[in-house]
């Protein structure tokens, strides 16, 4: 089992992480939290070295009491299980607990939407569109039902999607996978049943005395994989977009630049978007303001962060700052007045610089709580105080401005303009069509797509990967998407404007222009990755041909959460080539084929890679996209 992987190399602390980015703003922050000596992840990384390399080698088993073992090539654990078991169990743990994460936002949101349906929030569903594409997907009868109606019974469906324990067919699985990938799946025995049951396999199949075969293994990390998507992603993405509608492109500017040192700084910063999308309701009231021209601000600002940030810039184009890896030097700036927090990538470092400067920090998701935080929790389960929370978190947020010392703030003076709010429709309208852009892609304008996203890493320098990757894309003549960490990272780098096209190839620079996009689409937070998935299905059901057979790749460049897994798995079993950015030892950072004994890329028509390198990943990517455009013989002498 070719799953040996082990980190790339190992930058330690701020000097370094700052020395190899190529981020203006972040390395004058690296400098400046040195000067203060504040400790960041960075520290706490450099710290860690040497990491264990049986650890990193995914040859570490901990999964009972009677370790931990170290499971080499040719060595067994106590209990008798092979490294090639060991290396495939650890993949589908994590898997499994990336997949809990994602169950975790999507009953959080998918419960919100129930109770706007029913009334019982305060949230008005602006997301028609989406309910009734939802509708006809379904099978709803519509006639005579309101948009409230429709909404509760799609919520209802969903909330079954993700916690069913039987075998049955998953609603979104059915409603949006391409009819010859079921069928792949079902033949392949990978159909999965619901997010909840597969943590349950994936939790079970791992433990002492459980599944000792590593195709086993691996096949439930595909299962898991494609439950990731079909249960939970899309029921996240869906289910925001009814509750808050479908994004449309709109301009705006991000960076660690958009604070501003006279305003009430507030940042938000998670995954789920319900608190906060109330809270800038709050913030952005009358009474609030006036709260904070009261405490002598001049305005408040709202900054994004992680996923959360990507949510509300998706949506209403609110700024985003910056993402998982920079959340403590956004703090750092000593500008910031509080942080509202709900699930999933905050850290606890946050509070050791918040206490540095601070900063007040508000948790509100009940499984999320950081020692000495305010915690105002949302329950979807009791959203009847939404409102009267949401007010306490903004009267909480601008209080901190009276507290704040203005004086020592840092704040590099970095602004990034950006064009966002990359829905699958606006893309599809920004094309003229799902035909136009197939046309596009046949004629040889736009050679493929690839989509970068995921986490970001400590392992390589700050920012690094994903901008030189979607450099070196863009000059191939591929057009890319992005979501999550990777996403924030090519905002900041300016690479999601239209003026950005003069970075790409002479035909993809001319497709761009003319249909007025930006070269690099920043299509939303992680859950959103469904909407480059949607694209790549209907382009290739427009071709006739299988998603396997059509020029599209994924690179997970920095990957960190567990999250991160599954995202690469369920869109190699599309027949999407990804590429992760794990460093396989004596390779140097050069691509290696993982689960190539288990026969992944026969059976679902691509392969998944692991190569650290950002140029081998972009040179990978650019031979894929250009051997499936040879075989398909779609303008192969354009260039
Ligand atoms: Fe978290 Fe979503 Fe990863 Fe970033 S990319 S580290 S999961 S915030 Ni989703």
Redesign the pocket.
């Known amino acids: 089992m070719s799953v040996k992987i082990a980190a790339g190399p190992q930058p330690a602390g701020k000097g370094r992480a700052a020395a190899g980015t190529q981020d203006h703003a972040a390395r004058e922050l690296f400098s400046h939290l040195e000067a203060e000596r504040k400790e960041t992840l960075f520290d706490r990384h450099a710290a860690q070295q040497p990491q264990c390399k049986f650890g990193l080698g995914s040859a570490c088993c901990s999964m009972c009491f009677w370790g931990p073992c170290r499971v080499a090539a040719g060595k067994k654990g106590v209990c008798g299980r092979d490294a090639g078991a060991v290396a495939a169990a650890n993949a589908l743990r994590g898997l499994g607990a990336g997949l809990a994460c994602q169950l975790a936002h999507a009953r959080e949101v998918v419960l919100t939407a129930l109770a706007a349906a029913e009334g019982r929030c305060e949230i008005r569903l602006t997301g028609e569109a989406r309910i009734l594409d939802l509708a006809r997907r379904l099978n709803l009868e519509i006639e005579g039902k309101t948009t409230e109606r429709l909404a509760e019974e799609i919520a209802l469906e969903l909330l079954d999607g993700l916690g069913k324990l039987t075998e049955w067919p998953l609603p979104l699985l059915q409603a949006y996978a391409p009819a010859e990938r079921i069928e792949t799946w079902e033949r392949l025995g990978l159909l999965p049943r619901s997010a909840s049951l597969e943590v349950v396999e994936a939790l079970h199949r791992t433990s002492l005395g459980g599944c000792s075969d590593s195709g086993a293994l691996v096949d439930e990390a595909l299962r898991a994989s494609l439950a990731y998507l079909y249960s939970a992603l899309f029921a996240s993405s869906v289910s925001t977009e009814m509750l808050y509608g479908i994004p449309e492109p709109r301009a705006t500017e991000v960076n660690f630049g958009v604070l501003k040192r006279d305003h009430v700084n507030v940042l938000v910063h998670g995954?789920s978007p319900v608190m906060v999308e109330k809270v800038l309701e709050k913030l952005r009231s009358r009474k609030i303001r006036q709260l904070a021209r009261k405490a002598g601000a001049k305005g408040i600002v709202v900054g994004g962060m992680?996923?959360t940030g990507h949510s509300l810039l998706a949506e209403y184009g609110v700024p985003t700052v910056t993402?998982?890896l920079g959340q403590e030097l956004a703090l750092g700036t000593g500008a910031v007045d509080a942080v509202v927090v709900d699930m999933?990538?905050v850290l606890p470092g946050l509070k050791i610089v918040a206490d540095c400067v601070g900063t007040e920090i508000i948790t509100t998701c009940s499984s999320n709580r950081i020692p000495g935080a305010t915690h105002i929790p949302f329950d979807p389960e009791k959203p009847g105080t939404l409102d009267r929370d949401a007010d306490l978190v903004a009267r909480k947020a601008v209080e901190g401005f009276a507290k704040r010392d203005r004086s020592k703030a840092f704040i590099p003076g970095a602004v990034s303009q950006a064009l966002t709010g990359w829905s699958y429709e606006a893309i599809i309208a920004a094309s003229g069509g799902v035909e136009p852009l197939l046309e596009r892609l046949k004629d040889g304008s736009i050679r493929g797509i690839a989509t970068i996203v995921?986490?970001?890493s400590p392992k390589a320098p700050y920012g690094l990967r994903p901008v030189a990757i979607a450099r070196s894309l863009l000059e191939r003549g591929i057009l890319v998407t992005t979501?999550?960490?990777?996403a924030h990272t090519l905002l900041n780098a300016g690479l999601c404007t239209r003026e950005a096209a003069h970075l790409a190839d002479t035909h993809l620079r001319q497709a761009c222009e003319e249909l007025a996009i930006p070269p690099v689409l920043a299509v939303g937070?992680?859950i959103d990755n469904v909407r480059t998935l949607r694209l790549f299905t209907d382009l290739a059901e427009a071709a006739g041909a299988s998603v396997s057979e059509l020029p599209f790749a994924l690179a997970c460049p920095e990957p960190?959460?567990e999250?991160?897994t599954g995202i690469g798995l369920a869109f190699t079993c599309h027949g999407v080539p990804a590429v992760i950015g794990l460093h396989v030892p004596g390779k140097a950072g050069e691509p290696v084929e993982l689960f190539e004994e288990y026969g992944l890329r026969e059976k679902v028509g691509a392969a998944l890679y692991a190569a650290a390198d950002p140029q081998a990943t972009a040179a990978l990517i650019a031979d894929l996209v250009e051997s499936r455009r040879e075989a398909l013989v779609w303008s192969p002498a354009k260039r």
């Open positions: 995954h992680c996923c993402n998982v999933q990538c995921g986490c970001s979501t999550g960490c990777a937070g992680c960190g959460n999250k991160a």
